[in-house]
């Protein structure tokens, strides 16, 4: 059974940046893209950053474009979200997901995190 879960989310002032992190647990995870959405209060879930099994490919959505940056690490297991100069409409949950296909669509990724808040507030 594979198990996600998200770290890092909290308050964060206008222009600053947050480093959320993604631990997976179950099948092998090199063999797996990992990506990032998010979720505002009364939109869709979107997609943000998705990065390769092999950390080769990487792409974003435009909004984060320049200001995010999505990494792995697979001995650790780990995919992590370097957020910077970031504005209010950043302002969502974030969830990580894996899934088998390098995509940027929802229902490419079959298993999720619970989410993490972040808030983007002065």
């Known amino acids: 059974q594979v198990q996600l879960v998200e770290s890092g989310g909290e308050l964060v002032q206008p222009g600053g940046s947050l480093r959320l992190s993604c631990a997976a647990s179950g099948r092998a995870f090199s063999l797996y893209t990992m990506g990032w959405f998010r979720q505002a209060p009364g939109e869709e879930r979107e997609f943000v950053a998705g990065?390769?099994?092999?950390?080769?490919?990487?792409k974003y959505a435009d909004s984060v474009k320049g200001r995010f940056t999505i990494s792995r690490d697979n001995a650790k297991k780990t995919a992590d979200l370097q957020m910077n100069s970031v504005k209010p409409e950043d302002t969502a949950i974030y969830y990580c997901?894996?899934?088998?296909?390098?995509?940027?669509?929802?229902?490419?990724?079959?298993?999720w995190g619970q989410g993490t808040q972040v808030t983007v507030s002065s």
């Open positions: 997901a894996q899934g088998t296909q390098f995509s940027k669509r929802r229902t490419d990724y079959d298993y």
């Open positions: 990065i390769s099994g092999n950390g080769i490919w990487i």
